[in-house]
């Protein structure tokens, strides 16, 4: 079984900064290929957004409202997504989810996201 473990989030003043980690692992110790590495968010109220999102080839999407703030990275080795959020704002108040899409054996690629980590922002 895959696993997604978040860590990172926490508290901050508007204009710090948090860096979000998400490390996938399968407990019998079985291969994993990850293919496509995302952070979506949810705030109070709100729908789950999709923030960022990084393939396996390095391809890079943001959404426009964290571009030019947040950094999506991978290490591919170690099955590990980071977020390096910086100037955070109010706004960005939310839970964040890992999310990816993972190949192992001999279940095939599937998404699965992790338990999500809680960034507040305060003015």
């Known amino acids: 079984q895959v696993q997604l473990v978040e860590s990172g989030g926490g508290s901050v003043q508007a204009g710090g900064s948090l860096r979000l980690s998400c490390a996938a692992s399968?407990?019998?110790?079985?291969?994993?290929?990850?293919?496509?590495m995302s952070w979506y968010r949810q705030a109070p109220w709100k729908e789950r957004e999709l923030v960022a999102t990084?393939?396996?080839?390095?391809?890079?999407n943001y959404v426009d409202s964290v571009k030019d703030r947040f950094t999506i990275s991978a290490d591919n080795a170690k099955n590990t997504v980071y977020l390096q959020m910086n100037s955070l704002k109010p706004d960005d108040t939310a839970v964040y989810y890992c999310?990816?899409?993972?190949?192992?054996?001999?279940?095939?690629?599937?998404?699965?996201w992790g338990q999500g980590t809680q960034v507040t922002v305060s003015s």
């Open positions: 999310n990816a899409n993972i190949w192992t054996a001999p279940t095939g690629s599937q998404y699965y």
């Open positions: 399968e407990a019998s110790g079985r291969r994993l290929v990850s293919n496509i």
């Open positions: 990084i393939t396996s080839g390095g391809r890079i």
